[in-house]
């Protein structure tokens, strides 16, 4: 068989007439991988609260079966940095296109294997071990479907323009998003309850594997190029172990762990958990809400694309911090505005939105970007892993227990430590940094 190396030099040959991928087409390839990326996992979400509750967990009341549904929600993200682990050797071996192959595959794979399960009453506990396992899938895949993209796009991206190019992936979250919640929507609001529960909340899983075949023939014409090539041979984008990536820059891993945990957190407080709480106090009400998040997600476009905009000015650093700073203002309104009616909670929705698009624009590699070349690629990808499961794996799992004990006031706090969480990685990054150029003059 021969190896995917082989295999990327003969795509190559494909393309040997052009002079390269622009920018502009790297872009492209990039925002249809996330957004692939993204629609799974929204997906899963909003069936988490719309779906697996009563398939799964019938024998609860409906907050423990949605708090069990968030439970296994979260496993993916624990899985994520043993897929790094394991994709980082076969990427090492075997080469880039067989990993992002395979990850893509397993991606795609399990969730639409997931429209496939049977419930709780027709397989008893089997059913529940199923979907943990296919939601693991997920997590390791994700891992694995890291392709080193976005930094080669920041690579080719012009200096001044950094922030606007740093963005571009971004947009991949609400894309998903729109898209995960709208074919949600057209089921609700087109069948009944019972048919929906049954079989209408199978066809977005199964669609999953459509989607990811189209990302990964668009990710596979980047991996091709010899400006991808290239990078990969000068390790600007090699995989190193994850060994020697801790003793060497462990420091910066924890940090940019930590420093978009205000965004990852606000990510799931506006996206899953508001669903989650709507639709438990008033289920008829859960298709009204999420068509509002589907709007608000137009908003988050906006301010995604407006943080590129504002960080090309004030660096990426400087627009994190006043992201967080902000989350942290929306922190004390927010408690106050998912309860007062529909009105406050569509403020909710699009003012929430608008905070995260800025944060979450800038919120990837504004960190790792401090990695040295040896360790860019391996590090953003573990940096990643850990951001998600710190900031964003337990989110709505620890958000609904909160507000269903202490009430709405507790996501408050929740939302504010990650804000002062967010601040305190960026100053020691800031710290570091002066000192790192304070030596270099010096020498």
């Known amino acids: 068989m021969p190896s995917s190396s082989?295999?990327?030099?003969?795509?190559?040959?494909?393309?040997?007439?052009?002079?390269?991928?622009?920018?502009?087409?790297?872009?492209?390839?990039?925002?249809?991988?996330?957004?692939?990326?993204?629609?799974?996992?929204?997906?899963?979400?909003?069936?988490?609260?719309?779906?697996?509750?009563?398939?799964?967990?019938?024998?609860?009341?409906?907050?423990?079966?949605?708090?069990?549904?968030?439970?296994?929600?979260?496993?993916?993200?624990?899985?994520?940095?043993?897929?790094?682990?394991?994709?980082?050797?076969?990427?090492?071996?075997?080469?880039?296109?067989?990993?992002?192959?395979?990850?893509?595959?397993?991606?795609?794979?399990?969730?639409?294997?997931?429209?496939?399960?049977?419930?709780?009453?027709?397989?008893?506990?089997?059913?529940?071990?199923?979907?943990?396992?296919?939601?693991?899938?997920?997590?390791?895949?994700?891992?694995?479907?890291?392709?080193?993209?976005?930094?080669?796009?920041?690579?080719?991206?012009?200096?001044?323009?950094?922030?606007?190019?740093?963005?571009?992936?971004?947009?991949?979250?609400?894309?998903?998003?729109?898209?995960?919640?709208?074919?949600?929507?057209?089921?609700?609001?087109?069948?009944?309850?019972?048919?929906?529960?049954?079989?209408?909340?199978?066809?977005?899983?199964?669609?999953?594997?459509?989607?990811?075949?189209?990302?990964?023939?668009?990710?596979?014409?980047?991996?091709?190029?010899?400006?991808?090539?290239a990078l990969f041979e000068k390790r600007e984008l090699r995989p190193v172990r994850l060994t020697s990536l801790m003793r060497a820059q462990g420091g910066n891993v924890l940090i940019g762990a930590f420093a978009p945990l205000a965004t990852f957190a606000m990510f799931h407080l506006v996206t899953v958990f508001p669903l989650s709480w709507v639709a438990l106090h008033d289920e008829a009400q859960a298709l009204t809400f999420l068509r509002i998040e589907l709007a608000g997600a137009l908003v988050g476009v906006l301010g995604i694309m407006a943080s590129g905009w504002i960080a090309d000015r004030i660096n990426r650093q400087n627009q994190l911090a006043l992201s967080a700073l902000l989350i942290g203002g929306f922190s004390i309104l927010a408690p106050w505005l998912l309860d007062a009616g529909s009105l406050g909670q569509t403020i909710y929705v699009v003012v929430g939105f608008a905070i995260l698009g800025l944060s979450f624009g800038q919120a990837a590699g504004s960190v790792s970007s401090g990695f040295t070349k040896r360790y860019r690629y391996t590090g953003a990808a573990l940096t990643s892993d850990l951001s998600w499961l710190i900031g964003a794996g337990f989110a709505p799992l620890a958000a609904l227990a909160l507000a269903s004990l202490w009430g709405l006031p507790a996501i408050g706090l929740y939302l504010a430590s990650g804000a002062i969480a967010t601040l305190i990685a960026l100053t020691i990054d800031r710290r570091q940094r002066l000192k790192a150029e304070a030596k270099t003059k010096a020498d």
Not at 204 to 220: D, E, G, W
Request: glycine content about 12%; overall charge positive; aromatic content about 16%.
């Open 6 to 229: 082989r295999l990327e030099r003969d795509v190559r040959r494909m393309y040997a007439d052009q002079k390269g991928v622009r920018p502009g087409e790297i872009a492209i390839g990039v925002v249809i991988g996330r957004t692939s990326e993204f629609f799974d996992f929204f997906v899963y979400a909003i069936a988490s609260v719309l779906v697996f509750p009563q398939l799964f967990f019938p024998f609860f009341d409906r907050l423990t079966g949605v708090l069990c549904s968030f439970a296994i929600f979260a496993l993916a993200f624990v899985a994520r940095p043993f897929g790094s682990a394991i994709f980082g050797a076969i990427d090492r071996r075997h080469g880039r296109g067989a990993k992002l192959t395979i990850a893509l595959f397993l991606l795609g794979g399990s969730t639409a294997a997931i429209s496939f399960l049977p419930g709780y009453a027709a397989v008893g506990p089997i059913a529940i071990w199923a979907l943990a396992g296919l939601r693991v899938g997920q997590g390791l895949a994700l891992a694995g479907a890291w392709d080193g993209m976005a930094s080669l796009l920041a690579l080719n991206a012009p200096e001044n323009k950094r922030g606007w190019y740093a963005m571009i992936p971004q947009l991949g979250a609400p894309f998903g998003f729109m898209l995960a919640s709208g074919l949600f929507a057209y089921f609700v609001s087109t069948v009944g309850n019972h048919d929906f529960l049954d079989w209408g909340w199978r066809y977005p899983f199964f669609a999953a594997f459509a989607i990811n075949v189209v990302a990964l023939f668009a990710r596979l014409r980047i991996v091709a190029t010899e400006e991808f090539g």
